[in-house]
């Protein structure tokens, strides 16, 4: 299994600015994703983050828009750019790991934004 | 592309009836299928997957590629039943889809 914790787990922010989401893994691991779930909706991948490389994104969602960084095997931060009132969701960590009958993924708390 | 669709969002029983939680997907390749679950102030976590073919507290779900299913079901509902279900599928890049999710309200 994994243990995912993410800073901040929520903030209130102008539109206009910046926010960048921390996520970190308490072992190491190849692919770590990226979702949104904004309000009263289900979840919708952003991107998949993999140390060494670009990270991949999905249709709809642009790298300068929401910047990734996967510095090491554990951690990887999202940006989310240039904020909106749109943007207000919650933002998910997740990564795949090996559970009791294969692998599954695991995901953090999140990081609920609201955007004024 | 793959889509996975739950058509309740709500599903309200009374502790002791049966619930059944609906979900079709659409993918053009061998799907792998999984229902996740968030019960309050948690984080969402793994209830079962089709692979292991097992019960989760007292829940199944069969893989129907005829119908394009994967209905979660369990004969008893509890009261800690409540919570926020989705069914999701895992295509190619171990990405995972998920559905609109079905939130279960299990009544005393």
């Known amino acids: 299994s994994a243990v995912i914790s993410q800073k901040p787990?929520?903030?209130?922010?102008?539109r206009g600015t910046s926010l960048t989401i921390q996520c970190q893994v308490d072992s190491q691991v190849t692919m770590?994703?990226?979702?949104?779930?904004?309000?009263?909706?289900?979840l919708t991948l952003i991107a998949t983050a993999n140390q060494g490389s670009e990270a991949t994104y999905e249709s709809g969602f642009v790298i300068d828009k929401f910047p990734i960084s996967r510095p090491n095997l554990t951690f990887s931060t999202l940006t989310v750019s240039?904020?909106?009132?749109?943007?207000?969701?919650?933002?998910?960590?997740s990564v795949e790991g090996w559970g009791a009958s294969g692998y599954e993924q695991y995901f953090g708390p999140g990081t609920r934004l609201t955007v004024t | 592309a793959q889509r996975v669709t739950q058509p309740e969002k709500l599903l309200s029983v009374f502790k002791g009836a049966p619930v059944e939680l609906k979900c079709n997907y659409s993918y053009s390749g061998s799907p792998e299928l999984f229902w996740y679950v968030q019960y309050s102030r948690q984080r969402l976590q793994l209830l079962l997957r089709h692979i292991s073919r097992e019960s989760i507290k007292g829940f199944t779900a069969d893989l129907n590629k005829g119908e394009t299913s994967f209905h979660l079901k369990k004969p008893f509902a509890q009261e800690e039943d409540s919570a926020m279900y989705y069914c999701a599928l895992r295509a190619a890049g171990n990405k995972l889809t998920f559905g609109g999710g079905t939130r279960v309200l299990v009544k005393p």
């Open chain 1, 82 to 93: 240039n904020m909106s009132p749109e943007d207000s969701s919650i933002y998910l960590c």
């Open chain 1, 32 to 42: 770590m994703f990226w979702y949104r779930q904004q309000p009263g909706q289900s």
């Open chain 1, 9 to 14: 787990s929520r903030d209130i922010c102008q």
